[in-house]
């Protein structure tokens, strides 16, 4: 897969690409992910991205003309991307979406800066408009990472163990189960014994329940669209889950 990310700071990305799982996955060409600089758009000797709003108010806004020219560039390249804008207006960001997004070849997220976008670049070349969060950062570049390492990890052979990320919190619409390893006993804290009996049916049956607890103390609301078969919901009534 491939990630065009345009940003008037592509120098931002060379530390956290160079991390990890994403940069085992650029190297092994499992993914590629390509800094576009909005700023090469531009056609005036200050490399303008920005202007102020008509109609007044504070900050600055993103202007059309080089984001246009930049995705119509990109475009021209095949496969033809999924353009999407990162902004507070945008679907949320889980891991449902995540799923969608793990099935295409090739992506281009716009990162913003300042107060936003002209409302034209939406209208025209934006497909997909996503949010990590309903809070605001100073710019998409954050944004844009959080959506290339969720995507990636779903795509095969990123992951060193593949169904690790089939059994991650939200994958099945519930927070994971507690996880322990060793010592058996640290500071008068020991691992629970289901997880030594090696009964792997009862060990799964336990995990499962785990997760419905800790989903209903934490996350309430996730079990709303959660895949619940009737063991499941009469587990959640026991413990004074009253919806469905």
Known sequence: MLFDILTIFPDFFASPLGQGVIRRAIDAGIIRVRPVDLRQYTTDRHRTTDDRPYGGGEGMVMKPE??????TALNAELPRPEVIMLSPRGRLLDQALVRELSKRSRIVLICGRYEGFDERIRKRIVNLEVSIGDYILAGGEVAALVLIEAVARLIPGVLGCGASAQK???????LEYPQYTRPREFMGMEVPEILLSGDHEKIAKWRRRQSLKVTLHRRPDLLDKARLNEEDLNYLKSLGYTGR
């Not at 080089?66 to 995705?71: C, E, K, S």
């Not at 991650?168 to 519930?174: A, K, W, Y």
Request: glycine content about 8%; proline content about 8%.
């Open 168 to 174: 991650d919190s939200f994958s099945d619409g519930l």
């Open 66 to 71: 080089p984001v246009f020219r930049a995705v």
